[in-house]
């Protein structure tokens, strides 16, 4: 708990960087639903933590709240849901919440940020470097890099896109996560030693991951609310029944928040493999040190815990296996 303590008040000090705390004026009307109550959540790490609350009067609803703006806040009805994604800045902002389809159809006015956020949404398949000089100095760009873009790039083209951005956001929290993961992926090249982890078991007993290295150990990263992830569990388990006899072993690593949700994945699709979790969502200190930013993800290591390839999916985790082992 300490240790992710320290990362929020770096990112809360990294924000005020750029943000100034200021008093948010924002009102709405919620449409398609009579909730009791909207909340405002701030956004953390791919999470989002509730800061306030107003009660809706008559549809509709106010936040007077002191805030660091401008940032990416979440909007809701309902804390277990995914609000709608937010940037809110020092306007008057205004916005129609309509909880139909996943908040997709809400009206946000008043911020430029939320503007050029729900362009990019249009559009997102671009060429993150051309977005960043055509909009260098927002904190919206600084946000895509971090959270679109991150898992696909290699250290040296995040360090190239970082050099792009305005120097005023080069503090933010989004850069210095970014500046962060640099570091991290440069020590998880082809060739490298993984990192050695422990987690917990679902029974709760402690698993070394090199307590249990083969010839070949696939580290896989994954949820069970990870659609990517229960679409490619398939292809893991054919390579584990294929290969489990010639020294190919899977150590699971689940980015879950359910201990139930979590088990019952692992019976529903079979995954007959050694499993830990810190059952912390995004929170994960072990997908942290393996700079994991997006899942299915995965690390192939060797009987010395030397990596020897990165995110195999589909047919090509066994070609590789086959390559490994059969020759």
């Not at 009791?36 to 106010?62: C, P």
């Not at 909880?99 to 990019?120: E, H, I, P, R």
């Not at 909009?135 to 040296?156: C, D, E």
């Amino acid at each position: 708990m300490k240790y992710w303590s320290t990362l929020v008040i770096i990112w809360l000090l990294s924000i005020a960087s750029q943000a100034q705390t200021t008093t948010l004026n924002l009102s709405g009307e919620v449409l398609n639903a009579q909730p009791a109550m909207v909340y405002l959540q701030k956004f953390d790490n791919k999470i989002f933590h509730t800061v306030d609350s107003a009660r809706v009067k008559k549809g509709k609803f106010e936040f007077h709240t002191a805030l660091l703006l401008p940032e990416l806040y979440g909007v809701s009805i309902d804390t277990n849901r995914v609000p709608l994604y937010i940037f809110l800045d020092k306007e008057k902002i205004s916005v129609q919440l309509d909880s139909a389809k996943g908040y997709s159809t809400s009206l946000v006015k008043g911020s430029v940020l939320q503007d050029q956020f729900n362009d990019f949404k249009k559009e997102p398949a671009i060429n993150i470097s051309d977005y960043i000089k055509a909009h260098p100095a927002s904190l919206v760009t600084a946000y895509i890099l971090y959270r679109n873009y991150s898992y696909r790039l290699t250290p040296a083209q995040i360090e190239e896109n970082i050099a792009l951005l305005d120097p005023s956001l080069h503090n933010t929290a989004y850069v210095n996560t970014l500046k962060e993961l640099v570091r991290t992926l440069n020590g998880l090249a082809v060739g490298k030693k993984a990192p050695d982890i422990i987690g917990n078991s679902p029974e709760g007993t402690p698993v070394k991951l090199s307590a249990h290295y083969q010839k070949y150990t696939l580290i896989d990263f994954w949820a069970s609310w990870c659609a990517p992830c229960r679409k490619e569990n398939p292809n893991v388990v054919a390579a584990f029944q294929k290969y489990k006899d010639k020294g190919f072993n899977v150590f699971g690593v689940s980015l879950d928040k359910s201990r139930d949700s979590w088990i019952k994945a692992i019976e529903n699709d079979h995954l007959n493999w050694l499993q830990v979790s810190e059952l912390n969502y995004w929170n994960s200190e072990i997908a942290k040190t393996f700079g994991v930013r997006a899942i299915p993800s995965n690390f192939l290591i060797d009987e010395h815990g030397i990596i020897v390839a990165r995110n195999l999916r589909g047919e090509e985790l066994q070609k590789k296996l086959d390559e490994l082992l059969n020759h």
